[in-house]
């Protein structure tokens, strides 16, 4: 078993970027190269402070995000030009709401507040934050194993993990369903940061503990997917006949929701690349 891909999502439900090195920290991935940002360490939020996904608003897909000389490079395949942002980290503060959680992060300014509007063909304004590191956003309690432990702005753990059998499982489930046409669903639907290539479907389910470069990693929760799965992940179009997520649910419903991955929670810190073996604890 070993690494086949990493991404982050600098900027929460937009684009992400695929790495072949990763810094691993406890508040979730860098980009070994350009390591000036975490995974999810953005989001954008609407009027209310309340923020905003592709679950309201699949056109956030085809937002390209790319980070140079601790910049931020936003684009999008309509007419609207480019925009170059040098993140803040001192500018006003605001409350933003992400699930149950109520915190302070740090408002991006006017104009790429604007851009993110006109790009996103939103009605209403919104607002590009960025996370404090004043004020901690703790994972919930239940699944830890020491108090305050961090999370960017991702939904609830600081790294989520695929593996490849189990997207070929489902892949295969598709064919049968439909025909040798139904287009291939990529790993990009489920917007994993450690892509883990295996033979056995499904076989992260049964994880507690993995191991990678000394690395270790506590498996606590698998991942309940929601709409976004069946969203393209470049053109923002959301699939009519709501694939892969209905296939998903005749054989991986559970009273929890639909799951596909798994949450993982770092115990230390360093680098993995593709590649890079993955050992179970109990080897």
Same mark, same amino acid.
């Given at each position: 078993?070993?690494?086949?891909?990493?991404?982050?999502?600098?900027?929460?439900?937009?684009?992400?970027?695929?790495?072949?090195?990763?810094?691993?920290?406890?508040?979730?991935?860098?980009?070994?190269?350009?390591?000036?940002?975490?995974?999810?360490?953005?989001?954008?939020?609407?009027?209310?402070?309340?923020?905003?996904?592709?679950?309201?608003?699949?056109?956030?897909?085809?937002?390209?995000?790319?980070?140079?000389?601790?910049?931020?490079?936003?684009?999008?395949?309509?007419?609207?030009?480019?925009?170059?942002?040098?993140?803040?980290?001192?500018?006003?503060?605001?409350?933003?709401?992400?699930?149950?959680?109520?915190?302070?992060?740090?408002?991006?300014?006017?104009?790429?507040?604007?851009?993110?509007?006109? %790009?996103?063909?939103? @009605?209403?304004?919104? *607002? $590009?934050?960025?996370?404090? =590191?004043?004020?901690?956003?703790? +994972? &919930?309690?239940?699944?830890?194993?020491?108090?305050?432990?961090?999370?960017?702005?991702?939904?609830?753990?600081?790294?989520?993990?695929?593996?490849? %059998?189990?997207?070929? @499982?489902?892949?295969? *489930? $598709?064919?049968?369903?439909? =025909?040798?046409?139904?287009?291939? +669903? &990529?790993?990009?639907?489920?917007?994993?940061?450690?892509?883990?290539?295996?033979?056995?479907?499904?076989?992260?389910?049964?994880?507690?503990?993995?191991?990678?470069?000394?690395?270790?990693?506590?498996?606590?929760?698998?991942?309940?997917?929601?709409?976004?799965?069946?969203?393209?992940?470049?053109?923002?179009?959301?699939?009519?006949?709501?694939?892969?997520?209905?296939?998903?649910?005749?054989?991986?419903?559970?009273?929890?929701?639909?799951?596909?991955?798994?949450?993982?929670?770092?115990?230390?810190?360093?680098?993995?690349?593709?590649?890079?073996?993955?050992?179970?604890?109990?080897?």
């Amino acid at each position: 078993m070993k690494i086949s891909h990493l991404f982050i999502y600098p900027i929460k439900s937009c684009q992400g970027i695929s790495l072949t090195k990763a810094k691993v920290t406890l508040k979730g991935l860098k980009n070994f190269y350009q390591p000036a940002f975490h995974d999810r360490e953005f989001m954008v939020v609407d009027e209310y402070g309340k923020f905003l996904t592709q679950r309201q608003c699949p056109p956030m897909a085809t937002i390209k995000v790319e980070i140079r000389d601790e910049k931020i490079y936003l684009s999008t395949e309509n007419k609207l030009e480019s925009f170059e942002l040098i993140p803040l980290e001192n500018n006003q503060e605001i409350p933003v709401d992400i699930w149950r959680d109520t915190t302070i992060a740090i408002d991006q300014g006017d104009k790429v507040a604007k851009w993110f509007q006109e %790009a996103l063909n939103l @009605d209403k304004s919104c *607002r $590009l934050v960025r996370q404090s =590191s004043q004020y901690i956003r703790a +994972i &919930n309690p239940q699944y830890t194993t020491a108090e305050n432990q961090p999370v960017s702005f991702a939904d609830g753990f600081p790294y989520l993990l695929t593996n490849t %059998a189990s997207l070929a @499982d489902l892949n295969h *489930r $598709l064919k049968a369903k439909y =025909s040798d046409d139904f287009p291939l +669903i &990529n790993m990009g639907r489920f917007r994993s940061n450690i892509v883990v290539e295996t033979s056995e479907p499904f076989i992260e389910d049964t994880w507690q503990k993995i191991t990678i470069n000394n690395l270790s990693f506590q498996v606590v929760k698998p991942c309940s997917r929601c709409v976004i799965t069946t969203t393209d992940q470049y053109t923002g179009e959301v699939d009519r006949t709501k694939e892969p997520l209905l296939t998903l649910s005749t054989f991986r419903h559970t009273p929890d929701g639909i799951m596909f991955g798994q949450n993982l929670i770092p115990d230390n810190e360093g680098i993995i690349s593709i590649g890079d073996t993955l050992h179970l604890d109990s080897e």
